[in-house]
């Protein structure tokens, strides 16, 4: 009976450090997770690297989808359709208005072109100088939203209306030669024709102005905010780029986004400290007590 009494403690004394090392490390893992999710100041090098890097990953995959033109078209059909029992098909109409005055369309095709890049950078720029502590959560609702847009583009090809058959919409950029659309005139083979589901124009723009409400201290400029999704809406319409429910997926893929940023931060964007404090020096890491 010893013998076995002395087994049984041995075991025991082995088998007792076992749970300690376990805690520790789960400890150990839920500090690198807590580390990861906390807010911390960006770099510019990494972001103008992490930004380039990802919109022409963004722009390959878009153009790397297959262009299937008679699912596009057929798709499209249903969409119209679609829109005529909802009563809310009036783009043919928006369309036809606004051509008809050349300095407003003009105006609209160089707008569609130009603004979605450069307010969107013009905002991630403000955020980065002004809003540090919420620019990785900001900058990653915009990046998700971009993310699950690419699966939407896969999964559903869909012809603008401009370029369906039947119907009698105008492909403002081809009429009034300008510069406004990758997948019009000469440009039409450098960019996937049918991926306008959803529209990225209003995942962004929306992105945008959400952003500038939410954080903005001017109020007109909060105004501005909440104008500009607006207006790039009654743009993509009357230049006959997109649907009206393009621009419902474009604001489901932004949901998708805000969801994405709330998980890992465990908060809204907005919600998090503008400012976070920056890292000690190396002088001053190496007076910070260590501990056991």
């Not at 878009?62 to 299937?68: I, W």
């Not at 440009?187 to 995942?203: D, F, V």
């Not at 809406?233 to 006959?240: E, G, K, Q, R």
């Not at 780029?241 to 419902?248: G, I, K, S, T």
């Amino acid at each position: 009976m010893g013998e076995t009494t002395v087994t049984a403690t041995e075991g025991l004394q082995q088998a007792g450090p076992a749970p300690v090392a376990d805690e520790v490390e789960g400890r150990a893992g839920q500090d690198f997770l807590r580390r990861l999710r906390r807010p911390r100041r960006p770099r510019l090098w990494f972001e103008i690297l992490l930004i380039a890097v990802s919109y022409w990953t963004y722009s390959l995959v878009r153009n790397a989808v297959p262009e299937q033109k008679a699912q596009a078209l057929r798709n499209a059909d249903w969409i119209w359709k679609a829109e005529h029992h909802l009563g809310i098909a009036v783009e043919e109409s928006v369309n036809h208005a606004v051509n008809s005055v050349t300095w407003l369309i003009v105006g609209m095709n160089y707008y569609y072109a130009t603004l979605h890049f450069i307010v969107t950078l013009g905002v991630l720029v403000w955020l980065f100088r002004s809003h540090p502590g919420r620019y990785a959560a900001t900058r990653m609702v915009l990046f998700a939203t971009t993310g699950v847009a690419l699966v939407g583009y896969y999964l559903y090809p869909l012809a603008p209306p401009r370029l369906m058959n039947g119907n009698d919409f105008i492909d403002t950029v081809v009429v009034h030669q300008t510069w406004g659309s990758m997948a019009s005139g000469d440009l039409k083979n450098m960019s996937n024709q049918y991926a306008a589901m959803p529209s990225m124009h209003i995942g962004w723009s929306v992105w945008c102005g959400l952003t500038i409400f939410a954080l903005a201290s001017v109020p007109w400029v909060r105004v501005l905010g909440l104008l500009y999704p607006t207006a790039t809406l009654v743009v993509i319409v009357a230049t006959a780029n997109h649907f009206w429910l393009d621009a419902v997926g474009g604001l489901l893929c932004l949901a998708f986004g805000f969801a994405v940023a709330w998980v890992w931060y465990g908060s809204l964007p907005y919600a998090l400290p503008r400012l976070v404090p920056a890292p000690p020096r190396r002088q001053e890491r190496r007076l910070l007590p260590t501990r056991a």
